[in-house]
């Protein structure tokens, strides 16, 4: 079956340096991979989308990854702030028109950045 | 752009009840899902409707769930003789029409409806 793994524990980071959080799938061939940051209480915000046939991407402070012979994306935050902490998660859609309905999430991890 | 709303923020009623919840998507996005979320887990699709159309349900969505969107604008989820099970976070979100590719798959949230059944 379709699995999406993201580590369930909590990255505890220094502010300044960068977090590295990991998205694993199995059973899945997706067209695209996107991330979202996720506050307590509130719905998911969108962050970056990343298409099975590109390598990074890029916006402002993060970078995400996606490696489809490893079945993996890494997400990067640089120069992490205490107002990074959040949980974040990826998602997978499968190729189709309008694949957004099919979109899959991860559990999230949730990152905490200290002072 | 006032954002995907959601009402009531927080539900909390007696197993066995019925109970309603309201969703506003962005207004030119004419796609509309409905997600549950559970404490430590990721989204999970319940439906999505296009325009009025109710185009995909899950097959987690028991019979006791029904969701409606009339007039391709807002929707309503309803839950019938609900269960303690069924106490999560309900999440709407909504999308542009889709161009093709990929540029109009990123989903807009709103901050969902909180419910705990007793």
């Known amino acids: 079956s379709q699995k999406i793994e993201q580590n369930s524990e909590a990255l505890n980071i220094q502010e300044g340096k960068t977090a590295t959080l990991t998205c694993n799938y199995t059973?899945?061939?997706?067209?695209?991979l996107q991330w979202y940051r996720q506050d307590p209480g509130r719905g998911p915000v969108f962050l970056l989308l990343i298409r099975e046939n590109e390598k990074e991407k890029r916006k402002e402070r993060l970078k995400v990854t996606f490696d489809t012979t490893l079945k993996q994306s890494l997400f990067h935050i640089t120069a992490s702030q205490p107002a990074d902490s959040a949980t974040y998660l990826c998602a997978l859609a499968p190729l189709g028109t309008g694949t957004a309905s099919k979109l899959t999430f991860g559990t999230g991890t949730r990152l905490q950045v200290t002072l | 752009d006032t954002g995907v709303s959601q009402d009531p923020r927080h539900k909390i009623t007696k197993r066995g009840q019925n109970v309603t919840f309201r969703c506003d998507p962005i207004?030119?996005?004419?796609?509309l899902y409905w997600y549950r979320q559970t404490l430590g887990q990721g989204p999970e699709f319940l439906t999505y409707?296009?325009?009025?159309?109710?185009?995909?349900k899950s097959r987690l969505l028991s019979d006791r769930f029904s969701a409606e969107r009339p007039k391709g604008s807002f929707s309503t989820l309803e839950i019938q003789r609900t269960e303690q099970g069924d106490s999560a976070m309900y999440l709407c979100a909504s999308s542009p029409p889709w161009t093709g590719g990929s540029a109009n798959e990123k989903l807009f949230f709103g901050s969902g409806t909180q419910l705990s059944v007793l």
């Open positions: 059973n899945y061939s997706p067209a695209y």
């Open positions: 207004s030119e996005h004419n796609r």
């Open positions: 409707f296009q325009n009025e159309a109710q185009l995909e």
